[in-house]
C-alpha cells in the first residue's frame, strides 16, 4: 500500500491514548473531516463493542484522542499545511453554534514541501521522490513506460527501493490503477476502497440452511444495498454504521 498515490491508503493504529487515522490523497478533497468523522465513528464503536463497555450506563467510557492527518500529494498546488475543518460545510451564519468540532491537518507531501515533516520520514521522502520523478518522466512517456524508468532510476541507498524491486508486477499496476482513476476525476463512487476487501465478521458464515442474517431480506438483499436503493428498515443502522452490523473491514 505504500506505493499508492491516493488510492486503498487509510491507515488507523493506536498508540496509547490516541487513535492516528491518516489517508493520503492524490486530488484535494474539502470533505475529509466528514468522512474521518464518519470512520472514528465506526473505530470508536468497536472499541466499545470489543471492550464489553456499556454506552448507555452511568461510568464514564473513556476514549483514545483522535488525531487526523492526510497526506496530500496532488498536481494541484497546495500550502505546506492546510487545516480542513467540519464547520467550513455549516451554513456560514450558524458556524459558531455549531456542537461538533472536526479538524484535519493536511500535509503537502510532495517533493520540496513540508521539509520537517518529509525529512524526519526517510521513506516518506523517498517516496515524494518517487512520485516526482513518474510524473516529471510523463511528460515525454507513456504512464507505464514513466513507472518503468523511476523505477529503475531510484537510487540503491533507499530503503524502498528492495520493497519496490521485489514486487514490481504488483507496483506497476497499483500506480497504472491510481493514475486511471486520477485522470477519470478522482475515486469511484462506490467508497474510498477499491479492490477486494476481507472483512472480518461478527457473526459465522450462514449455512444454506442456516437463517439470514436480520436485516437481510428473502431477496438477499441486506441493508447496505437497500440504503443505496434510498431506504432502510426501522431501527436499521444508516449506512455509516454499516461496517458495523455488517463486519469490520480490514485492509
Known sequence: QVVYMGMHNDVAFLIADEINL?????TYNP?????????TGNIYEKLVMLRRENKFGKRLI????PKLVVFYN???DMPDETELRLSDAFPEEKRAEADITVRVRMVNINAGRSPGVVASCKPLDEYAWLVARIRRNEREADPAAAIDAALDAMPESFLIKRYLDANRVEVKKMLLTEYNET???GRPRGGPHTGPRRRARCWPRRGRNQARHPHQQADGRGAHQRHREGGHRPGEPGPALYGIWNGVTVN
Open 183 to 185: 485522470q477519470q476525476g
Open 31 to 39: 470533505n475529509m473531516p466528514l468522512r474521518l468523522l464518519q470512520y
Open 74 to 76: 496532488g498536481t494541484t
Open 22 to 26: 491518516y489517508e493520503q490523497q492524490s
Open 62 to 65: 473513556r476514549l483514545p484522542v
